[in-house]
């Protein structure tokens, strides 16, 4: 199982674009990367899904560079209401375990 | 609302009581996922069903156990319960099983707390 590691907390603003970068670097050639989100007492939430290059939807977009050893969730203009708990995971075609991390807790001030 | 269904939402019991944890996947999804989330290990992923068959194995303690029925609940029986097992437990169902890139849903959880 690709392990990743990306920053236990952030700070931003209202407004601002979050940036939140997720290491896995033993990724395996078939491996996608996932991030999640969770609001406190409530289960996960899917986010975004890519294998390489740029992917986006209404809410994030993720950035996975040619390597595919990291890859980069982007939020645009967050909003009080994006606080929460990102957790990025590597997830194999086949693979089994979810395996989340302790995840990045983001809190957006005003 | 995920269309992820558990119950009860919160439930308090003794050291060495027996609960059950029952959950109704999305209408069409086959596939259920279990896990636990307690303040000081985060999100740890117990098992998985699909179709009524385990298909993974994670972190699930051998006082523990689940099954998926034939109508696609599944219920997971925690035994011998200790204070270190309250956390909130969810349950997640997605599509199937053999592509893992599926999205999973979550639902409510259940709180656990055990005295």
């Known amino acids: 199982l690709a392990k990743t590691t990306q920053p236990i907390s952030m700070d931003s603003y209202e407004g601002q674009e979050v940036n939140i970068t997720c290491s896995h670097n033993?990724?395996?050639?078939?491996?996608?990367i996932t991030w999640y989100q969770q609001f406190p007492s409530q289960g996960p939430r899917f986010i975004i899904q890519?294998?390489?290059t740029k992917v986006t939807n209404e809410v994030a977009s993720l950035f996975i560079p040619a390597d595919r050893k990291s890859s980069t969730l982007s939020l645009p203009r967050v909003s009080l209401s994006d606080t929460a708990v990102y957790y990025c995971?590597?997830?194999?075609?086949?693979?089994?375990?979810?395996?989340f991390g302790p995840g990045t807790r983001l809190s957006v001030l005003p | 609302d995920s269309g992820v269904t558990q119950t009860p939402k919160h439930l308090i019991t003794a050291t060495g009581q027996r609960v059950t944890l029952r959950c109704s996947p999305r209408?069409?999804?086959?596939?259920v996922y279990w896990y636990q989330q307690s303040l000081d290990q985060g999100l740890q992923f117990l098992i998985q069903?699909?179709?009524?068959?385990?298909?993974a194995k994670g972190n699930i303690l051998e006082r523990f156990s689940a099954q998926q029925f034939p109508d696609l609940h599944s219920e997971l029986n925690l035994s011998s319960l200790e204070l270190g097992d309250s956390a909130l437990y969810f349950c997640?169902?997605?599509?199937?099983?053999?592509?893992?890139?599926?999205?999973?849903?979550f639902g409510p959880g259940t709180r656990l707390t055990v005295l």
């Open positions: 997640a169902s997605s599509v199937e099983s053999k592509r893992a890139l599926n999205e999973q849903f």
């Open positions: 033993n990724i395996a050639t078939n491996d996608y």
């Open positions: 890519g294998y390489k």
């Open positions: 995971l590597v997830v194999g075609n086949y693979g089994q375990n979810f395996v």
């Open positions: 209408s069409g999804d086959l596939s």
């Open positions: 069903y699909y179709n009524g068959e385990e298909r």
